[in-house]
């Protein structure tokens, strides 16, 4: 058993993600404000809900360790979950999502109506419960590498873009690239890299020592804590990872390999490949 030190309820928010940033320090102070409960509750979205958008969902806070290998330290990392209740009586347990990513916030998942498909393939039976893992969303710490407030405009976001990619570098056709795109692209290897190592070190700066606290063992440490709470210490644990959410059964099944009870794998990830080996081998390269 994950053992986590309190449950914090803020006022639920459901916001989309391009102003997740920008309010950032807004809800950093609410979740200090936040009042202290033995377990989680459950509240509403508090602003009103756009075309296409889940209405029935319920959100919470959930606090554990920032870091697991020092449950001791006073830092904290806040967990913004997200529940579709079950709708065929009462509920017979929770299933638990990832929706892949990494960085996809399960919350907004959720929110825009897939908790209503999930729900159905599974005969309404069970809650339907997602979260924003570390560094996404409206989980804090925040990870983020344009602006140090959490400020990350559309400008930031498409400059780095073109930076990292270049114009005129390999372009996907039908018919495969032609050898003078194969000679930019070569050409502009070391220009590409160093885009990349700015974009590395800028991170790094902007986020000092919270990047350590976030990975794939954290975020399995972080369902298991909240499979404790939500289900009870020790229960087995319903999962549906989609892509990346593979690869955090894979990494659960060495960790907890007692707690695994039913778990679909959609899309799935060689999770050996993933995280063992270079990033290019993952991705194809030779």
């Known amino acids: ?60 806070n959930f606090t554990v360790p920032l870091d697991w290998t020092n449950t001791s330290s006073s830092q904290k990392a806040v967990l913004y979950i997200a529940k579709f209740k079950a709708s065929n ?7 638990f999502v990832n929706p892949g ?34 560094g996404v969303g409206l989980t804090t710490p925040a990870i ?25 570098t390999l372009q996907d056709r039908a018919s495969g690239p032609d050898q003078a795109d194969i000679d930019t692209f070569l050409g502009n290897a070391t220009k ?3 885009h990349v190592q700015a974009f590395i070190q800028r ?11 976030v990975g794939t063992v954290a975020v399995v440490k972080d369902l298991v804590a909240l499979a404790d709470a939500i289900e009870g210490p020790g229960s087995p644990i319903r999962y549906w990872g989609f892509s990346y959410g593979t690869v955090i059964v894979s990494y659960m099944l060495d960790l907890f390999p007692d707690r695994v009870s039913r778990f679909v794998l959609d899309g799935v ?14 991705y194809g390269g030779r």
């Not at 202290?36 to 919470?60: F, H, K, M, N």
């Not at 991170?203 to 606290?213: G, I, R, T, Y």
């Not at 990830?269 to 993952?282: A, C, H, L, M, N």
């Open 1 to 60: 058993m994950v053992r986590t030190s309190d449950v914090l309820l803020s006022e639920p928010s459901c916001l989309h993600s391009d102003l997740i940033n920008t309010l950032y320090p807004l809800f950093t102070s609410a979740w200090k404000e936040a009042r202290q409960s033995d377990r989680i509750q459950w509240g509403p979205c508090v602003r009103p809900l756009t075309w296409g958008e889940e209405s029935s969902l319920v959100y919470a």
């Open 89 to 95: 009586g009462k509920s017979l347990g929770t299933i």
């Open 101 to 134: 990513g990494p960085g996809g916030p399960g919350s907004e998942f959720l929110r825009v109506s897939y908790s209503q498909q999930l729900s159905s393939i599974t005969g309404g039976n069970f809650d339907i419960v997602s979260w924003d893992p570390r």
């Open 144 to 168: 983020n590498c344009f602006d140090a407030k959490g400020n990350q405009t559309a400008d930031e976001v498409a400059m780095a873009f073109q930076q990292f990619l270049l114009n005129n």
């Open 192 to 194: 590409i890299e160093g």
């Open 203 to 213: 991170c790094v700066e902007k986020n000092q020592d919270n990047l350590k606290s």
């Open 269 to 282: 990830v060689d999770g050996t490949i993933y995280s063992q080996k270079p990033s290019y081998q993952f």
